[in-house]
């Protein structure tokens, strides 16, 4: 089991939660970027943004706020979600790219703040132009900014933590507030009736690059979970602060676009980043509150990014355990991970030093809306495999959480298919890696098991009630097997796979003499597991299970009333026996006699020692006795046709037939193989004439030496009469599977 990440400190409730999303969510994007959106797309494309980025987030933060109440929720935040449910491997990967996509993203609002004070510089220019001319070219230099504030920001979280964050995080969400009151405020230029809904400026940008720079700024509603470890109710903060910080920023961004298109033409808004700023009753505000956006998002990735990586080391899913214990290290004053801290400042600096905006941008939107579809996706998934376990205090919708997820993963590809390409080579690679030195699976594996369980329970009972065909329309094996030899001989067990692989369903039951107790059920355990791994290394689609009975009979009377699992009631019963052991074949034809009150087809493999030989050639003997078996036999050989082992094996069927019979019976034959498709060639039709005194079996012994199998058919009369006799003899042939058919079944599709 993963360790956990829980800090005895954590004091914060919702409002943290709250403001640490509703400050990313009307950050900086909103300031510098939003006029070049509505410029570009127009108002209604400005607005089809909005929806859109919010078809992804609104999902995610309901995702969210259902799981959070379903699980206890500690420090890393959005990973520790997604790795409790996906399992550590997944897990980590997609939390090694959520926190690249977090420290990136302090790079993005430090880039931004550096642009917040540009206006403040050219103000400079003008009221100290002897200082400017000796310092005004390093301060108007962005990256020399950004490096600085970075800097300071880096000393201020490794000196005083989360908390000193968290109350500079109030004070700055203040002033955004005030900053966009202040714009609403601004002079209005044009009436409602007198703007296009979907005017834009000439030459465009394409729509859904316009997406990917705005995207991130719906990102905040993953902010909140960042401070999971530091709350002290993670269940009820992280819900309510989430989703109070989605609704108001919807409405903020819908006011916004409106109030901006009312103010200014389209063309500045497209071109001049701080068009806010003249609209603005009092301008100097605006850069002001893109400094305290920036600033503020800053402090909330800063915070965050630090916790995701303490938390992937927490749970050791890097190869080395040093640098788990290096990551996972807290000081202990105040639970803060100073290393996590440390790493991801230098992300920071990195990407500060390249300094476009739009370009990390793009790399911030990508990484987090993989994020946000793995979220959607999980929630759908745990809403579809109906685990009892799963028992969430709020509960979202399915379809909202598959609509997340589809879009989430369409939307990437629209927004950049090289980014999106690569982003998924990343996280594939990553977990690739991870998983070479990490075996736990147990979480993705039971979700997909519950979803498997889900599907197959739904099936089951959809063919149970659908079953309403006789059994001759569209025949397919159903068959099972009870044996108590399943370790002598893999003779039947192979036939059942191979019946079962393409077109029917298989049970190998292992039979165990006895009584129910504690050691017999320890004995059926140990078999299953046995024959488990015998079905893993053939790569069978064959179930598998055991029975404990005081009697083969008895043991035949249980399974023969069980339904099938496949959703439809099994429809052919396999036994088995040595050539040279009488004591098995009448156990055989003992138990026959159980099977007359079933509607159960019959099969009876008789083993040899050359087995199945080299699987290249099935003999099937038809006789004007048993003619009723004849489709049953045919269907059998192409069926095991069906499976690689048998593909190039070549069938041919023999008729036994009175003197005078040979054209009829011929024509017959050639019908059913010509009507029913099957890929038997005329040539392999064989017509035998049968002697006065001439037996089957000597005809069946000198024609059949040197096939692979031999499908004989029997009647239930005649073995009444015969008893052993019946299936006794045969001394040149390999293993040979005798067959009795309860009705008659169709080859032919009489539909078409």
């Not at 946000?372 to 745990?382: K, Q, R, T, V």
């Not at 006895?514 to 024959?531: A, D, I």
Request: net charge neutral; hydrophobic share 45%; with cysteine.
């Amino acid at each position: 089991m993963p360790s956990t990440l829980n800090n005895k400190k954590a004091n914060f409730g919702t409002t943290p939660v709250f403001i640490t999303a509703i400050s990313t969510i009307l950050g900086a994007i909103l300031f510098l970027r939003f006029g070049y959106a509505v410029g570009h797309t127009g108002l209604l494309g400005a607005f089809a943004i909005i929806i859109l980025g919010h078809l992804v987030t609104i999902p995610t933060a309901l995702a969210v706020a259902e799981i959070a109440t379903n699980q206890k929720v500690e420090g890393g935040g959005a990973y520790y979600i997604i790795s409790r449910s996906f399992g550590l491997n997944i897990g980590a990967a997609i939390g090694i790219t959520l926190f690249l996509s977090q420290a990136i993203s302090v790079a993005f609002y430090i880039i931004a703040f550096s642009e917040s004070l540009m206006p403040f510089m050219d103000y400079l220019d003008t009221v100290f132009p002897a200082f400017m001319n000796i310092f005004g070219e390093y301060l108007h230099d962005k990256k020399i900014i950004g490096m600085s504030s970075m800097g300071l920001l880096t000393f201020i979280i490794l000196r005083k933590g989360a908390n000193v964050g968290m109350k500079a995080l109030y004070i700055v969400a203040g002033i955004l507030f005030l900053s966009l009151i202040f714009f609403f405020l601004g002079e209005t230029k044009y009436d409602i009736s007198e703007i296009s809904f979907i005017k834009k400026i000439n030459n465009p940008d394409d729509f859904f690059y316009v997406f990917t720079i705005i995207f991130p700024a719906f990102t905040g509603i993953a902010a909140g979970l960042g401070l999971s470890g530091n709350l002290k109710d993670p269940k009820k903060s992280i819900p309510r602060g989430t989703l109070w910080a989605t609704a108001v920023g919807i409405l903020v961004y819908f006011a916004v676009a409106l109030k901006l298109v009312l103010s200014a033409p389209l063309d500045e808004l497209a071109n001049n980043q701080m068009v806010m700023s003249d609209i603005a009753i009092w301008g100097p505000i605006i850069p002001i509150g893109l400094a305290c956006a920036a600033v503020s998002s800053a402090l909330g990735s800063v915070i965050i990014a630090p916790r995701t990586l303490q938390a992937l080391g927490n749970d050791k899913v890097f190869p080395l355990q040093k640098i788990n214990n290096w990551f996972r290290k807290e000081r202990k004053k105040d639970n803060e991970p100073i290393n996590g801290a440390i790493i991801t400042s230098i992300i920071a600096f990195f990407f500060i030093y390249i300094g476009d905006i739009n370009f990390v941008a793009q790399i911030i939107s990508m990484f987090f809306i993989v994020t946000y579809g793995a979220i959607c996706l999980i929630s759908f998934l745990e809403h579809f495999s109906a685990d009892p376990s799963y028992r969430p205090t709020f509960k979202s919708r399915w379809y909202f959480s598959l609509l997340g997820a589809i879009l989430s993963f369409y939307l990437m590809f629209k927004m950049n298919t090289s980014y999106a390409l690569l982003s998924i080579a990343t996280m594939s690679g990553i977990y690739y890696y991870i998983s070479l030195n990490n075996k736990e699976k147990s979480g993705l594996e039971k979700l997909f098991r519950g979803v498997i369980f889900q599907m197959s329970r739904q099936l089951q009972i959809y063919l149970q009630k659908k079953d309403e065909e006789t059994e001759s329309e569209n025949w397919r094996p159903f068959v099972i097997c009870v044996t108590e030899d399943s370790f002598k001989s893999q003779d039947s067990f192979d036939l059942v796979r191979w019946m079962s692989h393409k077109y029917g369903f298989g049970t190998f039951m292992h039979y165990i003499n006895g009584y129910l107790s504690k050691s017999t059920f320890q004995e059926s355990k140990e078999v299953q597991n046995k024959l488990l791994q015998i079905s893993k290394k053939e790569k069978s689609r064959v179930y598998i299970d055991t029975i404990i009975s005081p009697s083969y009979t008895s043991a035949l009377a249980q399974v023969i009333q069980l339904s099938g699992i496949s959703g439809k009631g099994n429809n052919l019963i396999m036994f088995e026996f040595d050539f040279d052991k009488s004591e098995e074949l009448k156990k055989v034809t003992e138990n026959y006699q159980l099977l007359k009150a079933t509607d159960f087809d019959v099969c009876i493999l008789r083993k040899s020692l050359s087995s199945f030989g080299k699987k290249n050639s099935i003999h099937i003997w038809i006789s004007s006795q048993d003619y009723e078996n004849s489709n049953l036999m045919i269907l059998i050989g192409y069926i095991l046709l069906g499976h690689p082992e048998w593909s190039k094996a070549e069938i041919k069927i023999y008729s036994i037939i009175k003197a005078g019979e040979s054209e009829n019976s011929s024509s017959k034959l050639l019908k059913l193989v010509s009507e029913g498709r099957l890929p038997i060639s005329a040539h392999n039709i064989i017509m035998i004439e049968q002697k006065e005194d001439e037996k089957v079996k000597e005809i069946i012994d000198e024609h059949s030496s040197d096939s692979d199998l031999t499908i004989v058919g029997f009647r239930g009369e005649i073995l009444k009469k015969q008893k052993e006799s019946l299936f006794e003899g045969y001394h040149n042939l390999g293993n040979v599977l005798f067959v009795n058919s309860q009705n008659e079944k169709e080859i032919v599709n009489t539909e078409n």
